[in-house]
């Protein structure tokens, strides 16, 4: 059997291109006991991996050059040599990139089937989900907080706010374009969103919300955590969650210049990675799954078509070219 894989041939200096990617097709082994072959059906391209094409020590491994690059993916079992599986099953895994894979029932993770599509084990019921809920409850935001997400319209960001409304905050989203915007506003129930390509962060913020914000989330940094800074009231809280606006920067840039507000303002500001917190997956399954069970959640996401797009998927992410979580349908 053959199998097509997007594979790491050179490190990215600055924005990925084309150019450090090449599609490959492999010859599949035939399976050994206690392993396991997946027919990939989507694929989950993220903005963390940036950080994994670098060279280095990080808190996740680097990407190999030469070999399949790795990430969340959902699939069906087409073959079995261990008891755990059979043919059908619905798993997820960290073997995406590939429409192919071959592992070991400890590296599968089943599933129920009964959803409307197999992509929101990637997205609000995958590690984005579980993202968002983890960040809120990391700085414990509770009903009465005021708000403010970066990168609002993202896989994390839409998620967070329509979390953050049902347990009764106001939320303030800040997007790339008027068509985000609408969609923070009309979509996923933001009280605010503005498009911080128009005008200033901080002076869009101290207009929209005078009176200051509780809590930031932050999925950008740079610009939107100087303006959040500015913004906090007192004993506000931030939750470190991502900073996309400098994943691609040759060269890292200097901190915010207001920096110094966390110790003027008494303010906490925690960092996270969801792995720190899937002793609790299934807390987040049973409230999460309840939500969009009854409809007071949904999944949002932007779906592109075949393992040779993947590439492209990834990159669109740097240029804002999605809405909720970015996927590849694959098969």
Known sequence: MTNREIRLVSRPNGMPTAANFTLAQTELPPLSDQQVLVRNRFISVD????????EGKSYVPPFELGKAMTGGAVGEVVESRAKEFKPGDTVTSMFGWREYCIASPQELRPVPREVSSLS???G?????????????N?????AGDVIFISGAAGAVGNMAGQLAKLRGCKVIGSAGSPEKVKFLQEECGYDIAFNYKTGSTREQLTALVPDGIDVYYDNVGGES??????ALRVNGRIIACGGISSYNEAQPKPGPANLFNVT???LTMKGMIVGDW???QAEFEKEV??????GKVKNHETVVVGIDQAVGAFLGLFEGKNRGKMVVKVG
């Open 138 to 142: 990391l700085v414990e935001v509770k």
């Open 225 to 230: 955590l100087e303006a959040a800074l500015a």
């Open 47 to 54: 903005p963390y991996m940036r950080g994994r094409m670098k």
């Open 124 to 136: 609000a019921l995958g590690m984005t989900g579980m993202t968002a809920w983890a960040g809120l």
């Open 278 to 280: 899937l002793h609790r």
């Open 264 to 266: 003027t303002k008494r």
């Open 120 to 122: 929101i084990y990637l």
């Open 289 to 294: 799954g309840g939500y969009l069970r009854a």
